[in-house]
């Protein structure tokens, strides 16, 4: 997770434009999966909501 600052406990400058794109491509493989996996198994995205707490 490129957008927590881990040494401050915060985040990173930046961080919830990361986070936003980290949960962009979290969204699309999870639809890319599911289509691949149809009929097999249910897949669920949970996108990360930590930077939206330092806002």
Do not use: C, R
């Not at 990173?12 to 949960?23: A, I, S």
């Not at 699309?28 to 909501?49: A, D, M, N, V």
């Amino acid at each position: 997770m490129e957008w927590i600052d881990w040494d401050n406990g915060g985040i990173v400058p930046n961080g919830v434009e990361l986070e936003e794109e980290h949960n962009k491509e979290g969204l699309k493989l999870t639809e890319k999966i599911q289509k691949e996996l149809e009929g097999k198994y249910k897949l669920s995205f949970s996108p990360s909501t930590f930077a939206n707490a330092y806002t």
